[in-house]
Every structure is written in structure tokens, then in C-alpha cells.
């Protein structure tokens, strides 16, 4: 089983699927590299990079000097500098204490946001419709 979820050779994939959990009750201090999506329930204090989604679960908490990711979801709480090649939200329970670089931010009524935000653009595949359309 462990080998079919790392690949053939044993070894993660480029656009691996799947979740990577940090579950409740559970604490990660360090550095957090991850090629799949990632959910937090637990506590994280340190630095994560991800090419898929991070979420952060109702009772999950985040401190972090540098959070990047495609796409972040924020249901708990977070503290730090979140950088998001997509989009940035916070739901109506999440908390986000500190900046935000995204190219869109989404922020529900309930939610709290304290700090400073600066949109980027989209990064966009200018190929991929032709490629889609050549298969």
C-alpha cells in the first residue's frame, strides 16, 4: 500500500494526489515541503511551501514566517506571511493575523483579518487551451 501511494519506484511523483494531514493533537515544528494537498487540524510553527492547497481546519493553528501555496484555505487560525499563486480564504471562522500575497482574496462575513494584502496576477498556462485542444 505504502508503495502504490508513493509511485512505482517508491518515491513521490511530480503532482502527486492526495492529503497530507497534520491531525488534531498533533504539533509540527520546521520545515514543510509538500507536493500534495495538505490539512491542518493540529498546530504548525515554522516554514511551508506546497504545490496543492493548504487548509486549515477549524481547530487548527499556524504560525509561520512563510506559507506558499497554490491555493489556502483558512477555517482556524493563522499568523504570518501567506503567499498564494491562486486564491486566499478565510472563512467565517478563520482568523488571519498578518499579510497576505495572493491573486485573490476571499474573506466571509464573520471572518477576521488584521494586517495588509497585495494582489498579484493570476499565473495562467497561456498553452494549455491548445494543448487541450490537440488531444
Not at 520545515?31 to 487548527?60: H, K, P, Y
Request: hydrophobic share 40%; glycine share 14%; aromatic share 2%.
Amino acid at each position: 500500500m505504502l508503495r502504490s501511494m508513493l509511485g512505482k519506484k517508491g518515491r513521490s511523483s511530480k503532482g502527486a494526489s492526495g492529503v497530507t494531514l497534520i491531525g488534531e493533537g498533533c504539533e509540527f515544528e520546521g520545515v514543510l515541503r509538500s507536493e500534495a494537498d495538505l490539512r491542518i487540524e493540529g498546530e504548525f510553527n515554522g516554514v511551508l511551501q506546497a504545490s496543492g492547497e493548504v487548509a486549515i481546519g477549524e481547530r487548527g493553528r499556524v504560525r509561520t514566517t512563510d506559507l506558499q501555496a497554490r491555493d489556502v484555505v483558512i477555517a482556524g487560525r493563522l499568523e504570518g506571511r501567506v503567499e498564494a499563486e491562486g486564491r486566499v480564504r478565510i472563512t467565517s471562522t478563520g482568523k488571519l493575523i498578518g499579510t497576505v500575497r495572493a491573486a485573490v482574496l476571499m474573506i466571509e462575513q464573520g471572518a477576521v483579518f488584521q494586517g495588509q494584502s497585495e494582489m498579484i496576477e493570476e499565473t495562467r498556462q497561456e498553452d494549455a487551451p491548445l494543448a487541450i485542444a490537440m488531444i
